[in-house]
C-alpha cells in the first residue's frame, strides 16, 4: 500500500506564502507506478476540487482560480510533490488534501489525511 502525509499547513495573512508537501512512502513498487499526483481543497460547506495536478511527464494542470498564484512540481524522486502558494486570499481557506493515481485501465486513487490552511483578512 502507499500512504501520503502532508505538511506545511498552517494561518497566513492574506497575501502571505506558503508551502505543501506530499511525501508517498509504502511498497516501492506502487510509488513508481504513480503516474500523477496532485492538491484537491475543500471548504467548509462546499464539495472537494482541485487545486493542481502534475503527471510523471511534468504536464501540470491548474484551477483557474489559483493560476499564476500556485505552484506544483515534484521531486526528482518522484514520491514527493509540492505546492508553492502565493498571494493568498481568504477564499483558498481550506483542508487541502494531497492525491496520487496509478494505473491505465484501472485507476488506483490515493489521499492523505489534509492539511489546514486557513488565509485571515
Known amino acids: 500500500q502507499v500512504q501520503l502525509v502532508e505538511s506545511g499547513g498552517g494561518l497566513v495573512q492574506a497575501g502571505g506564502s506558503l508551502t505543501l508537501s506530499c511525501a508517498a512512502s509504502?511498497?516501492?513498487?506502487?510509488?513508481?507506478?504513480?503516474?500523477?499526483m496532485g492538491w484537491y481543497r475543500q471548504a467548509p460547506g462546499k464539495q472537494r476540487e482541485l487545486v493542481a495536478a502534475?503527471?510523471?511527464?511534468?504536464?501540470?494542470n491548474y484551477a483557474d482560480s489559483v493560476k499564476v498564484r500556485f505552484t506544483i512540481s515534484r521531486a526528482n524522486a518522484k514520491n514527493t510533490a509540492f505546492l508553492q502558494m502565493n498571494s493568498l486570499k481568504p477564499e483558498d481557506t481550506a483542508v487541502y488534501y494531497c492525491?496520487?493515481?496509478?494505473?491505465?485501465?484501472?485507476?488506483?486513487?490515493?489521499w492523505g489525511q489534509g492539511t489546514q490552511v486557513t488565509v485571515s483578512s
Open positions: 509504502g511498497n516501492i513498487f506502487i510509488i513508481n507506478s504513480i503516474n500523477a
Open positions: 502534475i503527471t510523471s511527464g511534468d504536464s501540470t
Open positions: 492525491h496520487a493515481r496509478r494505473g491505465t485501465v484501472v485507476n488506483y486513487d490515493y
